[in-house]
């Protein structure tokens, strides 16, 4: 293994990580704003919800760690949340100084309707990895990817990252409905 890498290396990956990586989020973050647009839920506000509902609660400042946003954010789109009824505002006894958040009936009905409105096939890097996963039998893993995002963030992200995929797993609010890979081979033939 080398010990160093050029400069010219340093950048050129760096360049392609960037591109490929805003390539990437622009087709998620266009799915993700299609997916949630009839429930008037913004991705920030989304994900809010997504995170305190699989923590079950929890602080402003892990919303902001965990959903990778400033806590500035996490606070205001919270705030929005709150104002519609869909999260609630506490502190804990042993914890003044923190603001925890909770998601309300109406914001855990919500939320749980938006994943049982999830279409895959409307989303376009689920169909992507189409031909991987017909190669392969099953759906890529990323394992380099989220070696490299442990790295960044630590293993405790990668903690709650799993938890939350746990979660999901386990949600028996989520149909149990299987999508058929030929709607995904007809969509992209035509």
């Known amino acids: 293994m080398?010990?160093?890498?050029?400069?010219?290396?340093a950048i050129?990956?760096?360049h392609k990580m960037a591109q490929l990586s805003k390539a990437l989020w622009k087709a998620i973050e266009k799915d993700w704003q299609e997916w949630i647009k009839p429930f008037k839920l913004n991705i920030n506000e989304h994900h809010i919800?997504?995170?305190?509902?699989?923590l079950e609660g929890a602080s402003i400042s892990e919303i902001s760690k965990y959903g990778v946003m400033h806590v500035s954010t996490s606070f205001n789109f919270s705030k929005k949340l709150e104002e519609r009824g869909l999260l609630q505002f506490s502190k804990r006894e042993n914890d003044k100084r923190n603001t925890y958040i909770e998601l309300t009936t109406e914001g855990t009905s919500l939320l749980e309707d938006t994943l049982n409105e999830y279409e895959p096939n409307n989303n376009s890097v689920l169909r992507g990895v189409l031909p991987m996963t017909e190669m392969y039998g099953k759906?890529?893993?990323f394992l380099d990817l989220s070696a490299l995002i442990k790295e960044i963030y630590g293993d405790e992200y990668m903690e709650i990252l799993e938890r939350s995929l746990q979660s999901i797993e386990e949600d028996s609010t989520i149909s149990e409905e299987t999508?058929?890979?030929?709607?995904?081979k007809s969509s992209k033939s035509s």
Do not use: G
Request: proline share 4%; charged share 25%; net charge negative.
């Open 2 to 9: 080398k010990d160093k890498i050029s400069k010219q290396e």
């Open 179 to 184: 999508t058929d890979l030929n709607i995904y």
């Open 12 to 14: 050129f990956y760096s």
């Open 49 to 54: 919800l997504w995170i305190a509902y699989h």
């Open 139 to 141: 759906l890529p893993e």
